[in-house]
């Protein structure tokens, strides 16, 4: 697909979810290398980057993006001509979209042992590393039943029960609020996540702050579900999560809106949950206490104190 045309579906959410937004990404870039009409490598170069800064700058929040987007424009590092530079991003590419589609298979496996027969779950928005986990306990023959919020303003709680019904799960819909009235039915939360802190802070939907409160106070277990490549390397050194704030029209129709002179319409696409209310963030190589999330960016992203400084050297 073209570059700005993936480029926009991402900005507009018709390309939606952190994995797949970074899956997309990394297409577009492959695609982009392969259709550069240059036998130039420093105008190839200075494209692919372009096309990096405009992918990334499509939505700030999902870390998965710069991630992905990351390690594919790391395959260029000492290439010495366009043939070679297409070649090794087409092999970074299609090796990240592979990894990245085991890795929520590999989630699934892992976070359905989590799962016990009979289990109620309660999930929030639509990410398909939490849907991994309940369809893996589901294929594995344990009769759970599932609570998915609406999800407001963009409802992806309805391509969640589309998903849900299609594999036979009996689940009920319910509105943003009305989790605390349930939450003593539910056993078990699962959510997905855009980004995850050095100090275990899980950023998603907004909306999963409260829900993660709801189900601390009710002493209900709360998981989240995430690849690797949404651990935020650069918050080792404090560097914040950018929440996105959307466009207004989202949550109320500008014509009302009009009316409202004194009414500021606010619309935080995602929310931080402190790493306190999560038991569990649970990756393609294993389930960690948030406590961990160090470790794995430090150990298996390879991204210490040290390779930083190397940076600023
Ligand atoms: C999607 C969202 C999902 C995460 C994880 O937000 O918050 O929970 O992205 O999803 P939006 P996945 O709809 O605004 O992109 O597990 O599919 O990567």
């Known amino acids: 697909m073209l570059l700005n045309e993936t480029a926009e579906q991402i900005r507009s959410m018709e390309i939606r979810g952190a994995g797949r937004i970074a899956r997309s990404a990394v297409a577009a870039l492959r695609d982009h290398a392969a259709g550069l009409d240059t036998s130039d490598t420093a105008s190839f170069l200075r494209s692919m980057k372009e096309a990096a800064d405009l992918l990334v700058a499509t939505r700030p929040t999902a870390v998965s993006l710069p991630n992905a987007v990351q390690a594919v424009?790391?395959?260029?590092?000492?290439?010495?001509?366009?043939?070679?530079?297409?070649?090794?991003?087409?092999?970074?590419?299609?090796?990240?979209?592979?990894?990245?589609?085991?890795?929520?298979?590999?989630?699934g496996e892992i976070g359905a042992r989590h799962i016990s027969d009979g289990d109620v779950i309660l999930t929030h928005c639509n990410s398909e590393a939490a849907l991994s986990c309940i369809l893996t306990a589901h294929r594995e023959g344990k009769a759970i039943e599932v609570f998915a919020t609406e999800v407001r303003p963009r409802n992806q709680g309805l391509l969640t029960i589309q998903a849900l019904n299609d594999a036979g799960i009996p689940t009920?819909?319910?509105?943003?609020?009305?989790?605390?009235?349930?939450?003593?039915?539910?056993?078990?939360?699962i959510t997905g996540a855009d980004a995850i802190t050095v100090n275990g802070a899980v950023v998603n939907k907004i909306g999963t702050a409260q829900i993660a409160l709801t189900a601390h106070e009710a002493r209900t277990p709360m998981l989240v579900a995430a690849e690797t490549y949404k651990f935020a390397p650069r918050t080792i050194l404090g560097e914040r999560i950018a929440i996105e704030e959307r466009e207004t029209a989202e949550v109320l129709d500008p014509a009302i809106a009009a009316g409202l002179p004194h009414v500021r319409v606010r619309n935080p696409a995602?929310?931080?949950?402190?790493?306190?209310?999560?038991?569990?963030?649970?990756?393609?190589?294993?389930?960690?206490?948030?406590?961990?999330?160090?470790?794995?960016?430090?150990?298996?992203?390879?991204?210490?104190?040290?390779?930083?400084?190397?940076?600023?050297e």
Do not use: C, Q
């Open 270 to 312: 995602f929310d931080v949950t402190p790493g306190r209310y999560v038991d569990l963030i649970v990756t393609e190589i294993g389930a960690i206490p948030p406590a961990m999330a160090y470790m794995i960016i430090r150990d298996h992203l390879g991204w210490g104190i040290g390779e930083f400084h190397k940076a600023f």
């Open 73 to 107: 424009m790391r395959s260029l590092e000492g290439v010495k001509g366009v043939e070679e530079g297409r070649a090794a991003i087409k092999a970074a590419s299609d090796s990240f979209i592979l990894s990245s589609r085991h890795a929520v298979e590999w989630i």
């Open 172 to 189: 009920n819909f319910i509105v943003d609020s009305a989790v605390r009235s349930y939450i003593n039915d539910v056993d078990l939360v």
